[in-house]
């Protein structure tokens, strides 16, 4: 089971605090305490450990310049600012997570550059996109890195918790494993722009204006417990995956994700409903190896949204691999850009929203890879 914890934020105050949360980790000394003894690294590391620590809040604190700088620069300059402010944050996940070997000074020459190729289009911007660059070791670059410690969050649900004693409690919990990001095979093909903003949670509307349709679904999970008399086990357990305004597309691409093995076919019921979906276990037997489930992006308490072949990335790495595209647009080619953002064309208008969100989404993002925590919105 997943040892991310769930937590809410008020979404009103969510960057403030969330930034408040992340400079926690520029506290050199006592994180250095903190990953010593949570990792059981001996005392004779800790000049190493400290170092460590001193790169992760020298990259933290970059990441907040430079995302103060996108957020009053302007066209020109603010999507690649936000870019490098992501992979300021892309540095501090791999700083935390990694060891030793992943420090600034000695980690492999190999992750020294970004990790993409830029492919072009320029009759269309949006299908400007982002080839990650390979060797025989795997993808290059800080991108590659990255994703080395990059996760998914959990499957979360509301649950109902009923006691053999009577009476119920509801809590929001996690009910999955969490995956790592290299246990998906990467697709070595470009991904494009418009790709990368269909995976992206806070684009819906501006992609719908465009008569774009995303490639995520929205839904939720409910599971209902009754425990035994001995209070630690359950007497029945049944759990509801509800996915509403499922296109045909996203019917079959996240419906495959949902893979039964044959002695549990009879603990599950499915029905299309409209244009939702309905899936209902009813638990014989404990869960683990009797079926695989879509991955999730966290949404809301009361609402989470499926992913389906798109998930070799999580929501950061959509950010990551957009604002990347968007950068090296407004960077190397600002011949196109000048029209494009002159013309309030859509592929301007939709990197525009694409900044806004990333400014107050991405370092929420990081603060779930470091504490283990996925935040959602109350």
């Known amino acids: 089971m997943a040892n991310f914890e769930i937590h809410f934020v008020k979404e009103s105050r969510g960057a403030d605090a969330i930034w408040r949360r992340l400079a926690r980790f520029q506290e050199t000394e006592r994180v250095t305490e903190r990953v010593m003894a949570e990792r059981g690294i001996p005392k004779n590391q800790k000049l190493n450990v400290r170092k460590q620590m001193e790169q992760l809040a020298f990259s933290l604190n970059q990441a907040r310049e430079y995302f103060r700088s996108a957020e ?5 300059a ?5 870019y490098y402010g992501l992979i300021a944050l892309a540095n501090a996940e791999v700083l935390w997570s990694g060891d030793g070997m992943h420090s600034f000074d000695t980690r492999d ?5 970004h990790g993409f190729d830029l492919v072009q289009d320029h009759q269309d911007l949006s299908n400007f996109g982002a080839r990650p660059k390979t060797d ?3 993808i290059r670059g800080l991108f590659g890195l990255w994703r080395q410690f990059a996760t998914h969050i959990p499957n979360y649900a509301k649950q109902t918790i009923r006691y053999p004693e009577g009476g119920f409690s509801i809590v929001y919990n996690a009910t999955s494993s969490v995956t790592t990001l290299r246990e998906v095979p990467c697709p070595i093909e470009p991904i494009t722009l418009l790709e990368c903003l269909k995976h992206i ?3 819906t509307p501006a992609l719908e204006a465009y008569n774009e ?8 999970i409910e599971e209902d417990i009754a425990l035994s008399e001995d209070g630690k086990s359950f007497k029945t357990r049944t759990r509801s995956y509800i996915m509403h305004h499922l296109t045909d597309a996203a019917f079959h691409d996240i419906g495959s994700k949902f893979k039964i093995a044959p002695r549990a076919v009879s603990e599950f019921k499915m029905n299309r409903i409209g244009s939702g979906l309905s899936v209902v276990w009813k638990a014989n037997l404990p869960e683990q190896s009797l079926f695989t489930l879509p991955e999730v992006f966290a949404n809301t308490k009361e609402e989470l949204l ?3 072949d798109g998930d070799h990335l999580n929501e950061f790495g959509y950010y990551y691999v957009a604002l990347f595209i968007a950068g090296m647009i407004t960077r190397y080619y600002p011949h196109i850009w000048i029209k494009e953002f002159r013309s309030n064309s859509k592929a301007s208008t939709l990197i525009d929203e694409l900044v806004d969100n990333a400014l107050s989404r991405v370092p929420l993002l990081t603060t779930s890879a470091l504490e283990q925590r996925a935040y959602l919105y109350d």
């Open 136 to 138: 025989e070791q795997g």
């Open 109 to 113: 020459v190999r992750f020294n550059a």
């Open 72 to 76: 009053t620069s302007g066209p020109t």
């Open 306 to 308: 499926f992913i389906g």
């Open 201 to 203: 949670p806070t684009m």
């Open 78 to 82: 603010r999507a690649l600012m936000a």
């Open 213 to 220: 349709q995303t490639k995520l679904c929205r839904g939720q």
